[in-house]
């Protein structure tokens, strides 16, 4: 089992930056791959940033290119989310994900662990 917890949510104003945090704890050899989603209420879970494990390598989402970047720290098991540019349609609750699976990976079903979600929030 994987643990993780997201932090660093919360309000802001439209051009401002917000870092989220998921701590994550357990068997981590079963995390071959991390990322972000975001879902807002009546909405499907949408992909929004990934990350490979073994590589390092980093995909995200056209919405939230240039603007936003995924890394990790791997001493501290530690997941970021570098938001910048914040714009009002990015207000949604965040979640972390973590999957045994390798690759690019942008489907929420094959990730197999989840955070319980941090609210961000942009006002315009």
């Known amino acids: 089992q994987v643990q993780l917890v997201e932090s660093g949510g919360g309000l802001v104003q439209a051009g401002d930056s917000l870092r989220l945090s998921c701590a994550a704890s357990?068997?981590?050899?079963?995390?071959?791959?991390m990322a972000w989603f975001r879902q807002t209420p009546g909405k499907e879970r949408e992909f929004v940033a990934g990350?490979?494990?073994?590589?390092?390598?980093?995909y995200s989402a056209d919405s939230v290119k240039g603007r936003f970047t995924i890394s990790r720290d791997n001493a501290k098991n530690t997941l970021f989310l570098q938001m910048n540019s914040l714009k009002p349609e990015d207000t949604a609750v965040y979640y972390c994900?973590?999957?045994?699976?390798?690759?690019?990976?942008?489907?929420?079903?094959?990730?197999?662990?989840w955070g319980q979600g941090t609210q961000v929030t942009v006002s315009s």
């Open positions: 990350i490979t494990q073994r590589t390092g390598s980093t």
């Open positions: 994900a973590a999957s045994r699976l390798q690759g690019v990976i942008t489907d929420q079903v094959l990730y197999d662990y």
């Open positions: 357990g068997r981590l050899y079963m995390a071959d791959t």
